[in-house]
Protein backbone atom coordinates (compact mmCIF):
# COMPACT_ATOMS: atom_id res chain seq x y z
CA UNK A 1 0.00 0.00 0.00
CA UNK A 2 1.61 3.54 -0.88
CA UNK A 3 2.82 5.39 1.87
CA UNK A 4 -0.10 8.14 3.70
CA UNK A 5 0.65 11.92 2.97
CA UNK A 6 -1.42 14.94 3.69
CA UNK A 7 -1.42 18.51 2.82
CA UNK A 8 -0.48 19.62 5.99
CA UNK A 9 3.38 20.03 7.13
CA UNK A 10 5.39 20.22 10.32
CA UNK A 11 4.28 23.74 11.25
CA UNK A 12 0.43 23.10 10.38
CA UNK A 13 -1.40 23.42 13.61
CA UNK A 14 -4.52 21.37 14.78
CA UNK A 15 -6.85 24.32 13.71
CA UNK A 16 -5.89 24.37 10.38
CA UNK A 17 -6.27 20.58 10.20
CA UNK A 18 -9.72 20.36 11.31
CA UNK A 19 -10.79 24.25 8.92
CA UNK A 20 -13.92 22.64 8.02
CA UNK A 21 -14.42 19.60 9.42
CA UNK A 22 -17.60 19.30 11.15
CA UNK A 23 -17.55 17.23 14.14
CA UNK A 24 -21.07 17.72 15.47
CA UNK A 25 -22.63 14.61 17.45
CA UNK A 26 -19.34 13.28 17.86
CA UNK A 27 -18.01 12.58 21.65
CA UNK A 28 -13.93 12.43 22.38
CA UNK A 29 -12.01 11.32 24.78
CA UNK A 30 -8.89 13.10 25.66
CA UNK A 31 -6.43 11.67 28.22
CA UNK A 32 -3.96 14.22 29.92
CA UNK A 33 -6.04 16.90 28.48
CA UNK A 34 -5.26 19.22 31.29
CA UNK A 35 -1.85 20.68 29.71
CA UNK A 36 0.57 20.51 26.80
CA UNK A 37 -0.39 19.17 23.27
CA UNK A 38 -4.02 17.62 25.00
CA UNK A 39 -5.20 20.90 25.60
CA UNK A 40 -4.76 21.92 22.36
CA UNK A 41 -5.91 18.61 20.84
CA UNK A 42 -8.92 18.85 23.14
CA UNK A 43 -9.61 22.44 22.08
CA UNK A 44 -9.16 21.67 18.03
CA UNK A 45 -11.74 19.13 18.52
CA UNK A 46 -14.16 20.82 20.59
CA UNK A 47 -14.01 23.78 18.59
CA UNK A 48 -14.46 21.48 14.88
CA UNK A 49 -18.47 20.49 17.41
CA UNK A 50 -17.55 17.42 19.34
CA UNK A 51 -18.25 16.92 22.71
CA UNK A 52 -14.82 16.29 24.18
CA UNK A 53 -14.23 14.78 27.76
CA UNK A 54 -11.22 15.91 29.89
CA UNK A 55 -9.64 12.42 31.36
CA UNK A 56 -7.23 13.85 34.00
CA UNK A 57 -5.57 13.27 37.13
CA UNK A 58 -5.89 16.31 38.45
CA UNK A 59 -9.23 17.23 37.90
CA UNK A 60 -8.27 21.12 38.86
CA UNK A 61 -5.99 21.64 36.69
CA UNK A 62 -8.66 20.05 33.87
CA UNK A 63 -11.24 22.47 34.71
CA UNK A 64 -9.18 25.68 34.37
CA UNK A 65 -7.95 23.83 30.68
CA UNK A 66 -12.01 23.60 30.14
CA UNK A 67 -12.10 27.43 31.23
CA UNK A 68 -9.52 28.59 29.41
CA UNK A 69 -11.47 26.38 25.73
CA UNK A 70 -14.86 28.37 26.80
CA UNK A 71 -13.48 31.71 26.87
CA UNK A 72 -11.83 31.32 22.94
CA UNK A 73 -14.74 28.91 21.83
CA UNK A 74 -17.82 30.20 24.15
CA UNK A 75 -19.84 27.15 22.63
CA UNK A 76 -17.47 24.29 23.12
CA UNK A 77 -18.95 21.46 24.60
CA UNK A 78 -16.67 20.48 27.58
CA UNK A 79 -16.62 18.09 30.28
CA UNK A 80 -14.04 16.89 32.77
CA UNK A 81 -13.74 13.49 34.42
CA UNK A 82 -11.14 11.84 37.00
CA UNK A 83 -8.82 9.71 34.91
CA UNK A 84 -5.31 8.10 36.71
CA UNK A 85 -3.82 5.78 33.89
CA UNK A 86 -1.62 4.06 36.61
CA UNK A 87 -4.71 2.60 39.07
CA UNK A 88 -6.38 0.28 37.34
CA UNK A 89 -9.57 1.17 39.84
CA UNK A 90 -9.70 4.10 38.35
CA UNK A 91 -9.40 3.11 35.07
CA UNK A 92 -12.46 0.75 35.51
CA UNK A 93 -14.33 3.41 37.40
CA UNK A 94 -14.03 5.76 34.15
CA UNK A 95 -15.20 2.72 31.56
CA UNK A 96 -17.90 1.84 33.58
CA UNK A 97 -19.39 5.36 34.06
CA UNK A 98 -19.59 5.58 30.64
CA UNK A 99 -22.95 4.86 28.71
CA UNK A 100 -22.95 6.24 25.11
CA UNK A 101 -21.10 5.74 21.87
CA UNK A 102 -17.83 6.95 21.90
CA UNK A 103 -16.52 8.02 18.59
CA UNK A 104 -13.00 9.10 19.26
CA UNK A 105 -10.25 7.98 21.75
CA UNK A 106 -7.25 10.00 22.35
CA UNK A 107 -4.26 8.66 24.10
CA UNK A 108 -2.28 11.08 24.74
CA UNK A 109 -1.25 11.12 28.72
CA UNK A 110 1.67 10.22 29.15
CA UNK A 111 5.21 10.47 32.18
CA UNK A 112 8.99 10.78 30.18
CA UNK A 113 11.95 9.58 32.23
CA UNK A 114 10.88 9.43 35.85
CA UNK A 115 13.26 8.21 38.27
CA UNK A 116 12.71 4.72 39.52
CA UNK A 117 8.86 4.44 40.40
CA UNK A 118 6.51 1.33 40.69
CA UNK A 119 2.61 1.06 41.16
CA UNK A 120 0.52 -0.84 43.56
CA UNK A 121 1.42 -3.87 41.70
CA UNK A 122 4.75 -3.27 41.16
CA UNK A 123 4.68 -2.39 37.49
CA UNK A 124 7.39 -0.10 36.22
CA UNK A 125 5.37 3.64 36.14
CA UNK A 126 6.49 4.82 32.61
CA UNK A 127 5.13 1.43 31.09
CA UNK A 128 2.21 1.28 33.43
CA UNK A 129 0.83 4.44 33.06
CA UNK A 130 1.85 5.38 28.99
CA UNK A 131 0.99 1.47 27.83
CA UNK A 132 -1.28 -0.51 30.38
CA UNK A 133 -3.84 2.18 31.69
CA UNK A 134 -4.35 2.88 28.36
CA UNK A 135 -4.42 -0.78 27.18
CA UNK A 136 -7.09 -1.23 29.38
CA UNK A 137 -8.91 1.88 28.89
CA UNK A 138 -9.39 0.91 25.59
CA UNK A 139 -10.72 -2.44 26.64
CA UNK A 140 -12.90 -0.98 28.53
CA UNK A 141 -14.31 1.54 26.04
CA UNK A 142 -14.52 -1.25 23.59
CA UNK A 143 -17.95 -1.60 23.59
CA UNK A 144 -18.69 2.84 23.66
CA UNK A 145 -16.85 2.31 20.10
CA UNK A 146 -18.05 -0.12 18.54
CA UNK A 147 -21.70 1.44 18.88
CA UNK A 148 -19.83 4.59 17.46
CA UNK A 149 -19.64 2.88 14.05
CA UNK A 150 -16.46 3.93 12.60
CA UNK A 151 -14.32 4.79 15.67
CA UNK A 152 -10.83 5.64 15.92
CA UNK A 153 -8.26 5.38 18.23
CA UNK A 154 -5.11 7.83 18.45
CA UNK A 155 -2.19 6.26 20.34
CA UNK A 156 0.25 8.89 21.04
CA UNK A 157 3.46 7.70 20.85
CA UNK A 158 7.68 9.24 20.51
CA UNK A 159 10.74 8.84 18.38
CA UNK A 160 11.93 7.94 21.97
CA UNK A 161 10.46 4.40 20.96
CA UNK A 162 13.66 4.35 19.20
CA UNK A 163 15.35 3.90 22.53
CA UNK A 164 14.48 0.28 23.08
CA UNK A 165 12.00 -2.68 21.78
CA UNK A 166 9.55 -4.55 24.44
CA UNK A 167 11.93 -6.24 26.68
CA UNK A 168 9.18 -9.35 27.42
CA UNK A 169 12.00 -11.33 30.15
CA UNK A 170 12.05 -7.97 32.21
CA UNK A 171 8.91 -5.59 31.36
CA UNK A 172 9.08 -3.68 34.83
CA UNK A 173 13.37 -3.41 35.61
CA UNK A 174 13.09 -6.19 38.03
CA UNK A 175 16.45 -8.17 36.94
CA UNK A 176 18.16 -5.46 35.27
CA UNK A 177 19.25 -1.92 36.72
CA UNK A 178 16.37 0.76 36.04
CA UNK A 179 17.15 3.45 33.09
CA UNK A 180 14.97 6.03 32.70
CA UNK A 181 15.25 6.66 28.79
CA UNK A 182 15.17 2.57 28.33
CA UNK A 183 11.54 2.11 30.67
CA UNK A 184 10.70 5.42 28.60
CA UNK A 185 11.48 4.45 25.10
CA UNK A 186 9.97 0.43 25.76
CA UNK A 187 6.33 2.13 26.72
CA UNK A 188 6.45 4.15 23.54
CA UNK A 189 7.43 1.05 21.53
CA UNK A 190 3.88 -0.32 23.20
CA UNK A 191 1.96 2.38 22.39
CA UNK A 192 2.74 2.25 18.24
CA UNK A 193 2.19 -1.42 19.13
CA UNK A 194 -1.31 -1.03 20.46
CA UNK A 195 -2.18 0.60 17.25
CA UNK A 196 -1.43 -1.95 15.11
CA UNK A 197 -2.78 -5.17 16.96
CA UNK A 198 -5.87 -2.91 17.96
CA UNK A 199 -6.43 -1.98 14.15
CA UNK A 200 -6.17 -5.76 13.27
CA UNK A 201 -8.34 -6.77 15.75
CA UNK A 202 -11.13 -3.93 15.87
CA UNK A 203 -11.26 -2.94 11.95
CA UNK A 204 -13.77 -5.37 11.21
CA UNK A 205 -15.99 -3.36 13.70
CA UNK A 206 -15.46 -0.09 12.02
CA UNK A 207 -12.68 1.08 14.68
CA UNK A 208 -9.18 2.27 13.21
CA UNK A 209 -5.93 3.06 15.44
CA UNK A 210 -3.03 4.89 15.01
CA UNK A 211 0.00 5.87 16.34
CA UNK A 212 1.25 9.51 15.94
CA UNK A 213 4.79 11.24 16.87
CA UNK A 214 3.51 14.98 17.89
CA UNK A 215 7.26 16.48 17.18
CA UNK A 216 9.90 17.93 19.60
CA UNK A 217 7.67 20.17 22.06
CA UNK A 218 8.81 21.52 25.11
CA UNK A 219 5.96 21.11 27.85
CA UNK A 220 5.55 19.76 30.96
CA UNK A 221 6.34 16.61 29.77
CA UNK A 222 9.97 17.36 30.70
CA UNK A 223 9.66 17.88 34.44
CA UNK A 224 11.56 14.59 35.33
CA UNK A 225 14.62 15.19 33.73
CA UNK A 226 17.38 15.70 35.29
CA UNK A 227 17.69 20.01 34.84
CA UNK A 228 21.68 20.21 33.47
CA UNK A 229 19.96 17.38 31.13
CA UNK A 230 17.22 19.44 30.21
CA UNK A 231 19.38 22.57 29.83
CA UNK A 232 21.97 21.03 27.57
CA UNK A 233 19.26 19.65 25.64
CA UNK A 234 17.66 22.54 25.29
CA UNK A 235 21.35 24.43 24.28
CA UNK A 236 22.08 21.70 21.95
CA UNK A 237 18.59 22.29 20.35
CA UNK A 238 18.72 25.86 19.83
CA UNK A 239 22.44 25.41 18.29
CA UNK A 240 20.95 23.02 15.53
CA UNK A 241 18.46 22.87 13.07
CA UNK A 242 16.08 20.69 14.85
CA UNK A 243 12.56 23.07 14.67
CA UNK A 244 10.59 22.73 17.59
CA UNK A 245 7.05 22.96 17.09
CA UNK A 246 4.67 24.92 19.28
CA UNK A 247 1.49 23.02 21.01
CA UNK A 248 -0.56 24.04 18.58
CA UNK A 249 1.53 22.49 15.89
CA UNK A 250 2.47 19.57 17.89
CA UNK A 251 -1.54 18.74 17.95
CA UNK A 252 -1.96 18.86 14.57
CA UNK A 253 -0.85 15.16 14.12
CA UNK A 254 -2.93 13.97 17.19
CA UNK A 255 -5.93 15.84 15.68
CA UNK A 256 -5.09 14.52 11.91
CA UNK A 257 -5.53 11.06 13.04
CA UNK A 258 -8.51 11.28 15.10
CA UNK A 259 -10.38 13.20 12.63
CA UNK A 260 -9.35 14.31 9.32
CA UNK A 261 -11.69 12.53 6.40
CA UNK A 262 -7.91 11.70 4.65
CA UNK A 263 -7.66 8.66 7.08
CA UNK A 264 -10.81 7.33 7.06
CA UNK A 265 -10.61 3.23 7.10
CA UNK A 266 -6.21 3.93 7.48
CA UNK A 267 -4.78 1.93 10.60
CA UNK A 268 -2.06 0.52 12.32
CA UNK A 269 -0.07 3.43 10.82
CA UNK A 270 2.68 5.71 12.61
CA UNK A 271 2.56 9.28 11.64
CA UNK A 272 4.59 12.51 12.08
CA UNK A 273 4.42 15.50 10.74
CA UNK A 274 1.18 14.92 9.51
CA UNK A 275 2.58 12.45 6.82
CA UNK A 276 3.24 8.24 7.29
CA UNK A 277 6.55 8.26 9.05
CA UNK A 278 9.35 5.96 6.66
CA UNK A 279 10.91 3.23 8.79
CA UNK A 280 14.41 3.55 9.61
CA UNK A 281 17.50 1.35 11.08
CA UNK A 282 17.88 4.30 13.32
CA UNK A 283 16.64 7.53 14.32
CA UNK A 284 19.61 9.60 13.94
CA UNK A 285 17.92 12.76 14.49
CA UNK A 286 16.36 11.95 17.27
CA UNK A 287 12.85 13.44 15.77
CA UNK A 288 12.08 11.09 12.46
CA UNK A 289 11.23 7.74 11.46
CA UNK A 290 9.72 4.52 12.72
CA UNK A 291 12.03 1.53 13.79
CA UNK A 292 10.34 -1.44 12.05
CA UNK A 293 9.77 -3.44 15.47
CA UNK A 294 7.70 -0.80 16.53
CA UNK A 295 5.23 -2.14 13.31
CA UNK A 296 6.21 -5.94 13.32
CA UNK A 297 2.54 -7.28 13.39
CA UNK A 298 3.87 -10.77 15.82
CA UNK A 299 5.83 -8.34 17.80
CA UNK A 300 2.25 -6.32 18.09
CA UNK A 301 0.09 -9.44 18.91
CA UNK A 302 2.48 -10.91 21.25
CA UNK A 303 2.19 -7.63 23.38
CA UNK A 304 -1.54 -7.38 23.56
CA UNK A 305 -1.58 -11.09 25.23
CA UNK A 306 1.08 -10.25 27.09
CA UNK A 307 -0.54 -7.07 28.75
CA UNK A 308 -4.14 -8.90 28.45
CA UNK A 309 -2.60 -11.44 30.76
CA UNK A 310 -1.20 -8.84 33.08
CA UNK A 311 -4.49 -6.98 33.02
CA UNK A 312 -6.12 -10.81 33.98
CA UNK A 313 -3.53 -11.41 37.03
CA UNK A 314 -4.74 -8.22 38.74
Not at 119 to 131: I, V
Not at 138 to 153: E, M, N, S
Not at 206 to 219: E, K, Q, S
Not at 241 to 264: C, E, F, H, N, R
Amino acid sequence: MARFTSPFTATSTAAEVLEGVDLRGRSAVVTGASSGIGVETARALARAGAHVVLAVRDVAAGRRAAEDMALTDPGASLEVRFLDLADLASVEAFTKSWSSPLHLLVNNAGIMMTPELRTSRGWELQFATNHLGHFALALGLHPALVDAGGARIVSVSSSGHGMSNIVYEDLFFERRPYDAGLAYGQSKTANVLFAVEASRRWASEGITANAVMPGGIWTNLQRHWDPQALADTQAHVAESDIAMKTPAQGAATPVLAAASPLLTGLGGLYLEDCQEAEPVPEIIDGIHGVRPYALDSENATRLWDVSLELLRMT
